[in-house]
């Protein structure tokens, strides 16, 4: 029995109630995905886009599922890309350049159980500037993020979804953070702004996602992956 048990099944019989064990494992299920959040970020500088489609629609179906989200907007003001000054080692959790949204965001880390990423399409890959986002947030705040389920989300007018899919998921893999799949690829369709609306199988595709998303997180108890905890990380450079 873990704290949590521990900690449910004391309470229930300080308040003199008895329940089965179905009965105790269903309240704490309930319990737990009720307070379990996914935290989503819209990498469109369209806020009220395509993308935007995309992500809300995975927000409803979390809902269903009885798990919070959150979507942050990365917004349309300039992003400064990693300069890779190593800065962020002295001021551990934070990018020193904080002069933008990425600080914000990377500060959401740390409370949620989750992360699902949207970007639309630019020339076969995903926006330059959520990019820079989350390779900062990653590098100076990884520890907050490692080990959470994620999964990414590129929607397209036609081509270069796949190339921006898998670029999305390559961060999330260097963190042990177990990808979440769906039914296909998480690509939605659609040029202009609203489209996405009228691709009935990407957004079957988003709830899908948000289905494995929920289970994922129930299954789990919300606890990050466990990650490289038997020995020490052996880096090692190929010209020495």
């Known amino acids: 029995m873990d704290r949590r048990d521990f900690l449910e099944k004391s309470a229930l019989a300080a308040g003199g109630v008895l329940l089965s064990a179905s009965g105790a494992e269903a309240l704490a299920n309930n319990k737990i995905s009720k307070t379990m959040k996914v935290l989503m970020i819209n990498g469109s500088p369209r806020q009220k886009g395509n993308t935007s489609i995309a992500l809300g629609e995975i927000a409803k179906q979390l809902e269903k599922n009885g798990i919070d989200s959150e979507i942050v907007w990365i917004g349309n003001k300039a992003i400064r890309g990693c300069s890779a000054c190593g800065k962020c080692s002295q001021t551990p959790g934070k990018c020193v350049f904080d002069d933008d949204i990425c600080n914000r965001i990377s500060e959401k880390f740390a409370e949620a159980d989750a992360l699902i990423v949207g970007s639309p399409v630019y020339y076969g890959q995903p926006n330059g500037a959520l990019l820079s986002i989350i390779q900062r947030?990653?590098?100076?705040?990884?520890?907050?993020?490692?080990?959470?389920?994620?999964?990414?989300?590129?929607?397209?007018?036609?081509?270069?979804?796949?190339?921006?899919?898998?670029?999305?998921?390559?961060?999330?893999?260097?963190?042990?953070?177990?990808?979440?799949?769906?039914?296909?690829?998480?690509i939605v369709y659609g040029a202009a702004a609203g489209q996405a609306s009228?691709?009935?199988?990407?957004?079957?595709?988003?709830?899908?996602?948000?289905?494995?998303?929920?289970w994922l997180l129930k299954a789990t108890g919300g606890k990050p992956a466990p990650g490289r905890t038997d020995e020490p990380r052996a880096a090692m450079n190929f010209i020495r």
Do not use: H
Request: charged letters at 10%; a positive charge.
């Open 137 to 186: 947030a990653f590098y100076s705040n990884g520890a907050s993020i490692s080990g959470k389920p994620a999964a990414a989300v590129a929607v397209c007018r036609r081509g270069g979804a796949t190339a921006s899919f898998e670029t999305l998921n390559m961060p999330f893999q260097m963190m042990n953070m177990p990808i979440v799949t769906s039914q296909y690829w998480n």
């Open 198 to 214: 009228l691709d009935t199988e990407g957004l079957q595709t988003m709830r899908t996602l948000a289905n494995n998303m929920a």
